[in-house]
T-cell receptor, first 112, second 115 residues
Framework: NAGVTQTPKFRILKIGQSMTLQCTQDMNHNYMYWYRQDPGMGLKLIYYSVGAGITDKGEVPNGYNVSRSTTEDFPLRLELAAPSQTSVYFC???????????FGPGTRLTVT | GENVEQHPSTLSVQEGDSAVIKCTYSDSASNYFPWYKQELGKRPQLIIDIRSNVGEKKDQRIAVTLNKTAKHFSLHITETQPEDSAVYFCAASIGLAGGYQKVTFGTGTKLQVIP
């Protein structure tokens, strides 16, 4: 299994541009998450999904959108990028019940 | 909602010494407490976890203790080595309806092991 994969690894955006961060998992996990991690800080939940077609806001959803058309994929859309969105973005997934959260390798995004 | 506090935010120890990181949580319904290690530039990875029906768990040089009454849990690393240098996150998890797991992470502890 590849686990959780993310693309791209790095990206530089200009203010006002848009982009989609891709996330795919091959573990048949129902639950998927997007976190952001600012330099030297902890993990903040942006959006999560409990299954295909079902998404909900986390702690810091403003400026982002998500969709979940399949169990495997959970893309994160940034509209009108702002410098405050400079961060490392981690996609993650879990199976039902209490257990390990599997993180992707992260996308390092810089907005200038 | 759940609130997880983690202390200290930074910790420096000499190689071979022990390191202890402490977390408290607020929601008594939390029933799963994992610890993640994040090396510089990498993803967080699970190193040990404990469930609410257990008071202590050990895996080689790392151990976790849980006090449900006081709502706190701790990570203990013995005989620290330079490769233990990383950021460590605690988390508290509540199982919700339908199997969804609500995970709340602590703010992280940057551990530096000095050779």
């Amino acid at each position: 299994n590849a686990g959780v994969t993310q693309t791209p690894k790095f990206r530089i955006l200009k203010i006002g541009q848009s982009m989609t961060l891709q996330c795919t998992q091959d573990m048949n996990h129902n639950y998927m998450y997007w976190y952001r991690q600012d330099p030297g800080m902890g993990l903040k939940l942006i959006y999560y999904s409990v299954g295909a077609g079902i998404t909900d806001k986390g702690e810091v959803p403003n400026g982002y959108n998500v969709s979940r058309s399949t169990t495997e994929d959970f893309p994160l859309r940034l509209e009108l990028a702002a410098p405050s969105q400079t961060s490392v973005y981690f996609c993650a997934s879990t199976t039902a019940g209490a257990g390990e959260v599997y993180f992707g390798p992260g996308t390092r995004l810089t907005v200038t | 909602g759940e609130n997880v506090e983690q202390h200290p935010s930074t910790l420096s120890v000499q190689e071979g010494d022990s390191a202890v990181i402490k977390c408290t949580y607020s929601d008594s319904a939390s029933n799963y407490f994992p610890w993640y290690k994040q090396e510089l530039g990498k993803r967080p990875q699970l190193i040990i976890d404990i469930r609410s029906n257990v008071g202590e768990k050990k895996d080689q040089r790392i151990a976790v203790t849980l006090n449900k009454t006081a709502k706190h849990f701790s990570l203990h690393i013995t005989e620290t080595q330079p490769e233990d240098s990383a950021v460590y996150f605690c988390a508290a998890s509540i199982g919700l309806a339908g199997g969804y797991q609500k995970v709340t992470f602590g703010t992280g502890t940057k551990l530096q092991v000095i050779p």
